[in-house]
Structures are given as structure tokens and as C-alpha cells.
């Protein structure tokens, strides 16, 4: 059996076995700015006690818990606690609606969910969709058991223990957490990743980030995103990285304020924040000090050369931007230093990652010409199925070569330019929203009977969300009406997946078959040609 360290064991527990337990983990900068910090041994012991608490509840290996929490201590100490019994974390945003709530925790076959008590009505609405396999929910501000399914974490806790036995060593291919993606056509996809991926996140990030011992790190991705599990606690707990956490939303104040007290070196985080910041007057950034600040880096969209050239000259750094699915587990492409950027490129492969533009024929395409960005399968952290979407799953390969999703394309120097998605995904500020979640979410609206969701390009957003409506006869567009829309998109589905402009149209153009032209829809938008129209169905 090819065996490997329990994630959880490589972060927390073998750091204090090591005589690191009184090391800060990370200082946690909470939304008013005051601050906390948390040990690994501390962290370890408030996961023990989780641990404990799932394991007198009767968990069992591979079984899963679902975290429904804002970002916070206690999101971290859950998600360890799960793998110390080696059942599988599912963490999923807080500003999930109650329609992708219960997609993603019925799809999953969720045992217990973690949350707290303003999340509570959300997860109660949710399960009036559909049976699950829910047995209980823990909420962590509870002070009391509500009855035998809603129960008081806190309560629970206060009898558990501040140790857990569990085996330093698993199978390699034991399923660690569930990372939910967005289908363009369907349901979202649920990528499961298994304990030995950790070993490409750890490579990848030693080999991107070049942090020195004295560094202090920043990521400000949630770890609901892949990249705030993998590069905001993973990585960075497992190489004993001094790192903040800021647990409030964006601000700018806030977030350069940051920056100048706690001394941060490295920075991780998105485009969109970096084209909010864009927008505020100059005057603001020459009241923080940066000069501390050595790198910074993006992920999540493509990094506008406008914003780089922004970032460099306000921040006097460069931007490392990179590029990586919740699929691949860790980032794939990257610009670090030591190699030169090119403002709006993807950057190169890492030293131990093949990637190719292949052809509609699944051959290699010649320089500069775009194709389907394809990368080598067998990295640790490649994801080892989609739940409950083998056929979906196995659709992504072409021999031995994982199929991204992203049209690219490749230079002479070997650099990697995104160019787009090749489905429908909508890539709005960082997340990707699928249309038809968003569509089924108006559908429900009783004014409206055809629905047509697009993503179109946003000078702050990278894409933003375009719905085209067609209202019953006698029906008329209103503010009340946008906002029944919007309401129940945020319910339904996520804050982050609400259209920006919606659009009334007499139909929607789809073909014989009854698949919605989105190229159609954006050619109208755009005021450009829509092209070819012999596959639309008859009016």
C-alpha cells in the first residue's frame, strides 16, 4: 500500500511533535481590526476537540461533513478536525442560497454541516428542496441543543477532549476534501482531492512564492476557494510560514492598513480586488508605508496588463499572476521571480508540470495559435473524480492529458496567454458562476417564462453577468421586479451569481435542438453580428 502523512498530521501535529506547538500559526485580524493569535498547538487541540465531537456522533472514514462558515478560526479547526478522522471536508461560502446549498449537500451525501445561527434559517430552507443524508447540524454559537438534529457545538465541545488519536500515515489515496465547481450546463461538479495532494501544494508553493524565513504572508482568499484551503492554511501551516489572516470582507482602508502594520512582504490575492483598489483616489494609497512589501501575487482571472502596470507603479512590486483550477489541486502555470514577466501572460509551467495547447483534434497546436490548454496528468493534487459524475469526470481526459477547459495559447518563448473559457462558465471576480444555476433561480420568478444567462467582459469584474428575460403577456419590467430577481438569485444560489443588467427580449434564441445560442445573445449585447443563424429554431 503507497501510504502518505494525514494532511492534518503534516499541519498541526507534526510541527508540535517537532517543538514548534508554541509557534504562531497566524495572526488572525478580525473585522474591526483587533487581532488574535493561534498556535499550532493551539489549533491542534481546538481540532482534537472537533475531532471528538464528530467521532461521538458516530462518523466513519470517507463519510461527509460540510462546513457552512464564514471565514474564520473555527472554519480552520473544523476542517482538521475531519480529516483527523479521515472523513471528508466538504467548506463551502457563506453566501451560498439555499438552492445551491442544498445541490451541494445533497450531491455530496452530507452527514453533519457546521454553521452558525444567522446561516441557520438558510440551511433549514434548503432542506425543504429535497431528502438528504443531513443527521445533524452544529451550530457554533448555539448555547443550547435546539433538539436531537439541531445541535449546540459549543455543548458538545465542553466535554470533549484536547487530544485525538489518529494514524500520522493514511493510504495515499484516502479522500481529503471536496472542492465544488460550477458546470455550465448542469449541476455544479464536486472535485475530490485526497490526502497526498499535499504534496504538490507544498512544491508548488515553495517553488512559486520564495519566502524566506523572515517573510510575513498574506493571502486573503476564503478557504471556501480553493486557493485560500490551499495557499491560506495548507501550505503555509505545513512550511511553518508567519503569516495574517484577515477575517472581515474587502475594504481598502482596511485591507492597506494591513499591509502597513502587520509588515506584510508577500501578498496573494485576486485581480478584482486589485481593480477595486484601482478605483479609489491616489491620495489614499500615499498615506501607507509599503516599502516592506517585496512580492506580490494574483490568481483566479486573468491579470489585466492595466493592472499590472497600476500595481507595480503604486506598490513599486511586480505581480506574479498565476493559474490553477480547483481541478488541479495547486497552481500549474505561474510567473515567479527570476523569470521575466509579461504583463497579461499566464506565465510557464512549473519544473515538474507538462502543459501544451492541443488542437480540436487533440493534436499540439503551433505557436500563438489558441487551443485547449492541456496539461499531463499524474501531479498529486490532480483531483481523482468528480462525486457522483464519473461519465463528467472521465470526459476531461484525452489520453494522458487532463483537458482545462480554458482556451490559451502558447508564445515563442514558451509563455502561456489565457484567452477564455471554451463552456459557458461565467468567471466573475474570481468565481465561477455556471448559468444554469443562475437561470433556474429566475425561472422560479412567476413573471418570467424563458431565461438566457451570459457573461460579457467588465473592466473590475474580468466577466460580468448579463440575463436576457422574456416576461408573461401582460407583464411589464419594474424596479420591484428586478429586485424579486435579485432576492431570489441571492437566496437561491449566491450573492456573488446576481446580474449585474438584465435584458427584456421577445425570445431567446436557441437551436433546433433547444440549447441556448449564448454567441447570439452576446453578439446582440455587443451590437455586433451574430453570424451563422441556421441552427436557430424557427420563431
Not at 478536525?81 to 461560502?93: Q, T, W
Not at 455550465?184 to 512564492?209: C, Q, R
Not at 462525486?387 to 482556451?407: A, C, P, Q, V
Amino acid at each position: 500500500m503507497n501510504t502518505c502523512e494525514n494532511i492534518a498530521y503534516t499541519c498541526l501535529r507534526k510541527p508540535c511533535e517537532l517543538g514548534q506547538g508554541g509557534r504562531i500559526a497566524y495572526k488572525w485580524i478580525h473585522n474591526d481590526l483587533s487581532d488574535s493569535q493561534y498556535t499550532y498547538e493551539m489549533i491542534d487541540q481546538a481540532s482534537n476537540r472537533f475531532a471528538q465531537v464528530l467521532k461521538s456522533l458516530g462518523i466513519k472514514k470517507g463519510e461527509r461533513v460540510s462546513v457552512y462558515l464564514p471565514k474564520s478560526p473555527e472554519l480552520i479547526e473544523c476542517f482538521f478536525g475531519i480529516l483527523k478522522n479521515e472523513a471528508v471536508s466538504c467548506i463551502l461560502f457563506s453566501t451560498f442560497g439555499e438552492s445551491a446549498l442544498y445541490d451541494r449537500l445533497s450531491d455530496s451525501q452530507t452527514r453533519f454541516v457546521v454553521t452558525r445561527l444567522s446561516l441557520l434559517k438558510r440551511i433549514r430552507k434548503a432542506l425543504e428542496e429535497g431528502p438528504t443524508n443531513l443527521q445533524a447540524i452544529l451550530v457554533t454559537d448555539l448555547e443550547e441543543h435546539q433538539d436531537d438534529f439541531v445541535l449546540s457545538l459549543p455543548a458538545l465541545l465542553s466535554t470533549a477532549s484536547g487530544s485525538f488519536d489518529f494514524p500520522a500515515q493514511v493510504d495515499a489515496e484516502t479522500p481529503a476534501f471536496i472542492q465544488y465547481t460550477s458546470g455550465s450546463t448542469g449541476k455544479p461538479k464536486g472535485a475530490l482531492h485526497v490526502h497526498s495532494a499535499s504534496t504538490s501544494m507544498v512544491a508548488s508553493f515553495k517553488e512559486v512564492f520564495h519566502l524566506e524565513e523572515s517573510d510575513r504572508y498574506w493571502c486573503t482568499a476564503d478557504p471556501a476557494w480553493i486557493t485560500g484551503l490551499v495557499y491560506g492554511v495548507i501550505a503555509p501551516l505545513v512550511t511553518l510560514t508567519d503569516q495574517v489572516q484577515f477575517g472581515g470582507n474587502f475594504n481598502a482602508e482596511s485591507w492597506l492598513g494591513i499591509l502597513q502594520q502587520e509588515q506584510v512582504n508577500v501578498w496573494y490575492t485576486a485581480p478584482t480586488a486589485l481593480r477595486m483598489l484601482m478605483q479609489e483616489e491616489e491620495a489614499l494609497f500615499r498615506q501607507y508605508d509599503y516599502s516592506l512589501l517585496k512580492r506580490m501575487y494574483s490568481v483566479g482571472e486573468p491579470l489585466n496588463p492595466e493592472v499590472y502596470h497600476w500595481g507595480k507603479k503604486v506598490f513599486g512590486v511586480d505581480i506574479y499572476d498565476n493559474w490553477f483550477q480547483s481541478e488541479t489541486g495547486s497552481i500549474m502555470i505561474t510567473n515567479q521571480p527570476g523569470l521575466a514577466v509579461k504583463p497579461g501572460s499566464m506565465g510557464k509551467p512549473l519544473s515538474y508540470i507538462e502543459a501544451c495547447i492541443l488542437d480540436e483534434q487533440m493534436q499540439p497546436a503551433p505557436v500563438r495559435q489558441q487551443g485547449f490548454l492541456c496539461l499531463k496528468k499524474g501531479w498529486p493534487s490532480m483531483f481523482r473524480t468528480y462525486i457522483n459524475k464519473e461519465d463528467l469526470y472521465r470526459e476531461k481526459f484525452n489520453g494522458d492529458f487532463y483537458i482545462s477547459g480554458d482556451l490559451a495559447y502558447r508564445d515563442e518563448d514558451g509563455y502561456f496567454w489565457y484567452v477564455s473559457r471554451s463552456d459557458d462558465v461565467i468567471n466573475t471576480a474570481g468565481h465561477l458562476v455556471g448559468p444554469f444555476e443562475v437561470e433556474s433561480a429566475l425561472l422560479e420568478i412567476e413573471e418570467v417564462v424563458d431565461v438566457a444567462v451570459i457573461g460579457v467582459p467588465d473592466p473590475i469584474l474580468h466577466e460580468k453577468i448579463i440575463a436576457f428575460l422574456c416576461l408573461k403577456k401582460g407583464c411589464e419590467w419594474s424596479r420591484a421586479l428586478e429586485l424579486k430577481c435579485r432576492v431570489n438569485i441571492s437566496n437561491k444560489v449566491s450573492t456573488t451569481a446576481t446580474p449585474q443588467e438584465y435584458h427584456l427580449v421577445d425570445r431567446i434564441p436557441k437551436n433546433k435542438s433547444g440549447k441556448i445560442l449564448r454567441r447570439v445573445l452576446k453578439a446582440w449585447y455587443e451590437g455586433k453580428d451574430p453570424g451563422d443563424l441556421s441552427t436557430m429554431e424557427e420563431a
